[in-house]
């Protein structure tokens, strides 16, 4: 029982420490700026691009990550994919619902003005609910942290009547900064083997 325990403890802290690299992070980020941008300049090619380096995240893992710390498949080394495709569709959904259900002859007007003057408020707590949800899963304790910047920034935003594309792209560059700042260390924590490095 204990050795199980251990293997446990072991496999979390393997899982955790690849997910030292910031490279979660920064995608997230480039997520949320490509939002702003979209509600500031009115044109989707910037929420495309935003998003678009999520398919690019496993080639850049095992280029990046790999072949410094090594590769060990757990159970657990695909839960970080999985939260961040639940992640999407639940904010995709959450637009959806938005959309529709502020349509016309759907519901009241003041139901309509109540959803136009918040809904950015509600984008924030689905936003906010799936990075506690996936810091549950993953057990990454600054996603917990995210959940809650996310809560504050958009809550205060919707308070102080700042436009949504403001607070929504400085939480992009929060996020983009811790991200870049994890990868920054974890390169220097974990250089390359000499055999990487050296090709003489």
């Known amino acids: 029982m204990s050795q199980e325990q251990d293997f446990k403890k072991l496999q979390q802290k393997t899982y955790q420490d690849y997910q ?11 997520g949320f700026i490509g939002f702003g941008l979209n509600m500031a300049l009115d044109n989707s090619a910037f929420l495309f691009m935003g998003w678009l380096p999520i398919i690019f995240y496993v080639p850049i893992k095992n280029r990046l ?15 970080i994919v999985y939260g961040l495709v639940i992640t999407c569709l639940l904010v995709f959904m959450a637009g959806l619902f938005i959309f529709f259900i502020s349509g016309p002859n759907i519901i009241s007007e003041e139901m309509q003005d109540w959803l136009r003057q918040y809904y950015m408020l509600i984008f924030g707590v689905v936003a906010a609910l799936c990075f506690l949800g996936a810091g549950l899963l993953t057990r990454i304790t600054r996603l917990y942290l995210y959940a809650l910047s996310v809560l504050i920034i958009f809550a205060a935003g919707t308070w102080f009547d700042v436009h949504p594309a403001v607070y929504t792209i400085f939480t992009g ?14 390169l220097r924590k974990y250089p390359l083997p000499a055999q990487e490095n050296a090709h003489e």
Do not use: C
């Not at 990550?65 to 839960?79: D, E, L």
């Not at 560059?173 to 974890?186: A, K, N, Q, S």
């Open 173 to 186: 560059l929060l996020i983009e900064t811790v991200g870049i700042w994890l990868m920054v260390r974890f």
């Open 20 to 30: 030292q690299d910031g490279l979660i992070d920064i995608i997230i980020g480039l």
């Open 65 to 79: 990550t790999v072949p410094r710390i090594g590769y060990v498949k757990f159970h657990a080394s695909n839960k």
